[in-house]
């Protein structure tokens, strides 16, 4: 069962426009969400988080937004630069489950020139 | 958060041999390291988590005698494939916690740059 859940494979956004990523999760427990950014051959690199008792937090160009009752979370990249084509990683922390981080399956963005 | 180093970055090998995996901490002792393994186009899975100076915890499904786990320094954790085969060819990732663990307030777990591994 898959606690986290990034149901967009792939997204392409043109430059300077807004890039959406979207998550989903399914444990009302979880405290803590955060995003990670990959590249290829490389580890995840950390990007944002937001705690569950809050509904926005915002640093620079990222936003992450938080909707717990519909159990959804989104990444809002704005405006779209080149360098932020990778794939994003919605991750999920529950203080239940011993500091281990719950992944999604990863969205690829494209940001087009 | 931490700095981490994870060695080698890609290895290639012949099916039935063994290959080790270094995850290190370079700039704070870990008492705690995970390691993690992805394939193409799926998510980050969680396969163990190495404790310094004791046994691994292994996740539901990852067989402890294929994957031997050792952290025997509070900077050093080594992942060993055992008589690794073709479908064990994937990305293997380790991370380290923040000192004071994922809800000490800095909840940023750091990961090393990953290892492919691909087994002919």
């Known amino acids: 069962d898959q606690q986290v859940k990034q149901n967009s494979p792939s997204l392409s956004v043109q430059e300077g426009r807004i890039s959406i990523l979207n998550c989903d999760y399914t444990?009302?427990?979880?405290?803590?969400f955060l995003w990670y950014k990959k590249y290829p051959a490389e580890g995840p690199t950390f990007l944002i988080s937001i705690s569950s008792i809050k509904d926005k937090n915002e640093d620079g160009r990222f936003t992450v937004f938080l909707n717990k009752s519909a159990k959804h979370l989104s990444l809002h990249i704005v405006p779209s630069q080149p360098g932020d084509s990778a794939v994003y990683f919605c991750a999920a922390i529950s203080m239940n489950r011993d500091d281990k981080i719950i992944f999604g399956k990863g969205t690829r963005l494209h940001i087009l020139p | 958060g931490a700095v981490v180093s994870q060695h080698p970055s890609w290895v290639i090998c012949k099916s039935g041999t063994s290959v080790k995996i270094e995850c290190r901490s370079l700039d704070f002792q870990a008492t705690t390291m995970f390691w993690y393994r992805q394939f193409p186009k799926q998510s980050l899975m969680l396969m163990a988590t190495?404790?310094?100076?004791?046994?691994?915890?292994?996740e539901q499904g990852v067989e402890k005698d294929k994957f031997l786990i050792n952290h025997a320094s509070l900077t050093l954790s080594t992942l060993t494939v055992t008589s690794a085969h073709p479908e064990d060819s994937s990305f293997y990732i380790c991370?380290?916690?923040?000192?004071?663990?994922?809800?000490?307030?800095?909840?940023?777990?750091?990961f090393g740059a990953g290892s492919r591994l691909t087994v002919l």
């Open positions: 190495s404790n310094e100076g004791s046994k691994a915890t292994y």
């Open positions: 444990n009302s427990m979880f405290d803590y």
């Open positions: 991370s380290v916690p923040p000192p004071g663990g994922l809800f000490s307030g800095a909840n940023v777990l750091t």
